[in-house]
Each structure stands twice: as structure tokens, then as C-alpha cells.
């Protein structure tokens, strides 16, 4: 084989071997386009069916937030606190608001994860066998401050404080499980 058709050959599956790659990169950012996102569809019929406005007491940046659901916990009957599911496009993309009916308070939080301070000499990689056990996933851990961060069961307005109590038979593996709470200057 002459040296020009190798260089040939090496140019010709160059090519072919580019076309591949944009070939297999286009078809994955296309199945991420299409991607139905659970927390957008959920309970997209809850700003259809008129759930309640937010308190017109909250942070303005919170104000933009398209409600995604509403309801009350435990239940309408017996409601101790109002929540809503906001959605926003930027940092934190769900945000759940949380008005304690009993004092009015409101708290802010992270609608989607919880926070996990590992008790001490607790390495992340041992809450992996009991994640995996609750259907939870591991999404981002410091090991320098013992921090974890973990998705919640579902996307429904008590996520967050079930995941939670799922969590507390292993609490020998943790300091404190809490909400991602949300602070604003």
C-alpha cells in the first residue's frame, strides 16, 4: 500500500469515525429534549384547577414561580400547613413554600432533595445499600463536611417530610436529615 492511500484510509475513517460520533451526539441531546420531566407534568392540572395564590407576603423573587401544586398537610380537613410547588429556570428549578397555618410562618426549601449530615466516621458510601433500598438517589456528597444531598421519594407536596421519616430507621448513620432550605438576603 503506497503511502498516499493511506493517508486516504486514515482521512476516510476519520470522517466516518466524526460522522458516528455527531451521529450518536445528536440522537442523545435529542432523547434529552424530548425527556418528559415528572416534576413539570405531575400536577400541571393543579394551576388549571385553581390552586390557591401565593401569600402576597413572600420574597419577590419567589413570586415569579409557576405553581406546579397545592394542597395542604396532612390533609384539607385537618390542614396544619399550606404548600406549594413552585417551578423556576434558573438555580433551584423546584422550590416548595411551606405556610405554617398556626403562626403564619413561611419556610422555603428545595422540592426535589434533602439534605444528610453523616454522623461521625460515616463514609457516604455506606447510605448507598440503604438508599438503594428506599428507591432514593444519591445526588451530590462532601465528604469534607459530611454533607449528602439526596433526591425524595416522589414529587408530590409531602415529599419532602416522608422522605425524611422513610430515613429515620437508619438514623444511626446520620447527625441530621432535614429539608435543602433556601435563605434570602
Known amino acids: 500500500m503506497k503511502k498516499i492511500d493511506r493517508i486516504f ?7 466516518v469515525g466524526a460522522l458516528m ?23 400541571a392540572a393543579a394551576v388549571e384547577a385553581g390552586a390557591e395564590p401565593l401569600p402576597a ?3 419577590e423573587v419567589m413570586q415569579v414561580g409557576r405553581i406546579l401544586d397545592f394542597g395542604y398537610l396532612p390533609n ?23 405556610e405554617d397555618l398556626s ?10 432533595q434533602i439534605l444528610i449530615e453523616l454522623a461521625e466516621g460515616v463514609d457516604v458510601t455506606a447510605l448507598i445499600p440503604m438508599l438503594d433500598e428506599l428507591g432514593l438517589r444519591l445526588r451530590m456528597f462532601n465528604r469534607k463536611d459530611r454533607i449528602a444531598v439526596v433526591g425524595v421519594l ?11 421519616e422513610a430515613l429515620q430507621p437508619y438514623a444511626a448513620f446520620f447527625s441530621s436529615v432535614g429539608p435543602d432550605s433556601l435563605q434570602f438576603n
Open 76 to 98: 384539607e380537613a385537618n390542614a396544619a400547613q399550606k404548600v406549594w410547588h413552585l417551578n423556576f429556570d434558573e438555580s433551584y428549578p423546584y422550590v416548595r413554600v411551606v
Open 154 to 164: 416522589n414529587t408530590k407536596i409531602d415529599a419532602v417530610p416522608m422522605t425524611i
Open 21 to 43: 460520533v455527531s451521529i450518536i451526539l445528536k440522537r442523545r441531546a435529542f432523547k434529552d429534549e424530548t425527556r418528559v420531566d415528572p416534576w413539570v407534568m405531575h400536577n
Open 103 to 112: 403562626n403564619g410562618e413561611l419556610s422555603y426549601m428545595a422540592a426535589d
Open 57 to 59: 407576603r413572600i420574597p
Open 9 to 15: 484510509v486514515y482521512i476516510v475513517g476519520f470522517v
